[in-house]
């Protein structure tokens, strides 16, 4: 078993990647009384084209089927599932599906070799029949019916829709209704057989526990148990075209303030040859000192009466990178052309840029305090960059107002987005 020595910050990772493909990720933290594990498969809502090794033809299935697989996947039986066995050992289960993964996950306290085994086991022993298939459509296509009410909900894929022509996180992770009922048996079971291999999937655990023992049960359960070969899917994704699809759409919903999302869209490109990790910080302390908490311009706002809140966030995947301002405000007109001219006149002195690092690191240290955070941390490194960071300390002590400069200097606003979501007009 090999040790990451995270840098600077008095953490190891343990990790050991088994015979059949499948890597381990553990943190422990004695401080703490529980422990939290997580399953992951690198299967997300937007593979919904796929072809293995071998494969002349792709195959695509329905938008959501990785949120029903989620789903289903609890299932061991007719009238049996995870959750009866995990409620008896006093844990706490859950699942959730992302465009880029799914994570089945138990938080507890005790019991910690059962609760590795049966996670272990439900999920990789998937249960599916047609009658159970059926059976899960009604209770999806409710969750999707709520989501469509959710103003949340509404404002995110707005906002998505609006951005992006061909990217797939234009569809909800839920699929429509209409892709829920078409589902077939026949397309989770290819789903399943296709991604859920232990080389596709990650286990992370963190928390008080015995790493050497944590490994040595998660071995004696994988030799138990046999894989077919692994066909190294790849999924098909449209490059995304430049510009949006709308530079303005107004949603309503059931709100009493409007909300709005102004988002900004550009090639990764733009940024030189700047690592991805990095850029993501530099974009995230921009985005802080300009629209944060402690900024200027939140605070003239709010002294003002002209907002209720305002954040801002970034992302980045694949060929593009978005730039999202989030307000809540009784006066969108007149905010909107404050947030955008904002935007061109973003700033970041050196003694900014010093206390956000300094920031950074607190938080970076203290993170691993919460297991669940952490775990949740590791599995988004995982899946986003293959590898797990442990030079994140050097990374924030190596940032240079330069390169920030740089970073601002290379954000281009020219196409854009701006979604309101207003109250019912009736």
Not at 179 to 190: I, S
Not at 387 to 414: H, Q, R
Request: proline share 3%.
């Amino acid at each position: 078993m090999q040790e990451i020595v995270l840098k600077g910050i008095d953490e190891k990772i343990y990790y050991e990647q088994l015979d059949n493909g499948l890597p381990v990720y553990m943190l422990v933290n004695d401080k703490v009384n529980n422990f939290y594990m997580t399953l992951s498969a690198k299967y997300g809502s937007i593979d919904t084209e796929y072809k293995c090794k071998g494969d002349k033809e792709w195959t695509k299935v329905h938008n959501g089927v990785a949120h029903f697989l989620e789903h289903v996947n609890f299932n061991e039986g007719e009238n049996e599932t995870a959750h009866e066995y995990f409620n008896k050992l006093g844990s706490s289960i859950n699942a959730f599906t992302t465009f880029d993964f799914t994570l089945y996950e138990v938080f507890a306290s005790s019991e910690f070799e059962k609760n590795l085994n049966h996670l272990l086991d439900y999920v990789q022993t998937p249960y599916f029949t047609k009658k159970l298939i059926e059976k899960e459509k009604g209770i999806i296509v409710e969750e999707v019916k709520m989501g469509k009410n959710n103003p949340g909900h509404k404002l995110y894929y707005g906002m998505n829709e609006a951005l992006f022509k061909k990217d797939k996180r234009r569809y909800p992770v839920t699929g429509e209704v209409e892709d829920v009922k078409a589902t077939t048996v026949e397309e989770l079971q290819n789903v399943y057989d296709t991604f859920y291999h232990p080389k596709n999937m990650y286990m992370v655990i963190t928390g008080n526990f015995n790493p050497y023992e944590a490994i040595g049960i998660i071995k004696e359960n994988q030799s138990k148990k046999e894989f077919p070969e692994y066909r190294y899917p790849v999924s098909r994704l449209e490059k995304e075209p430049s510009g949006v699809n709308d530079e303005y759409k107004e949603i309503e919903a059931n709100v009493e303030i409007p909300k709005v999302k102004i988002c900004y869209k550009m090639a990764k490109s733009d940024f030189g040859d700047i690592d991805d990790k990095l850029l993501n910080i530099y974009l995230s302390i921009i985005l802080r000192n300009n629209f944060g908490v402690t900024s200027t311009l939140r605070e003239d706002l709010l002294e003002k009466e002209l907002v209720v809140a305002i954040g801002a966030g970034r992302d980045i995947f694949k060929d593009v990178v978005t730039i999202e301002i989030n307000v809540e405000t009784k006066y969108p007109d007149q905010v909107i052309p404050i947030i955008k001219d904002k935007m061109e006149h973003l700033e970041l002195t050196e003694a900014d840029l010093k206390r956000r690092i300094r920031c950074n690191i607190a938080a970076l240290i203290n993170d691993f305090d919460d297991i669940e955070y952490v775990n949740t941390d590791i599995v988004d490194q995982l899946i986003t960059y293959g590898k797990v960071f442990d030079d994140m300390y050097d990374k924030y002590n190596s940032m240079k107002l330069k390169t920030a400069k740089e970073v601002m200097s290379n954000i281009k606003l020219d196409n854009s987005s701006t979604v309101l979501l207003v109250p019912f007009k009736n």
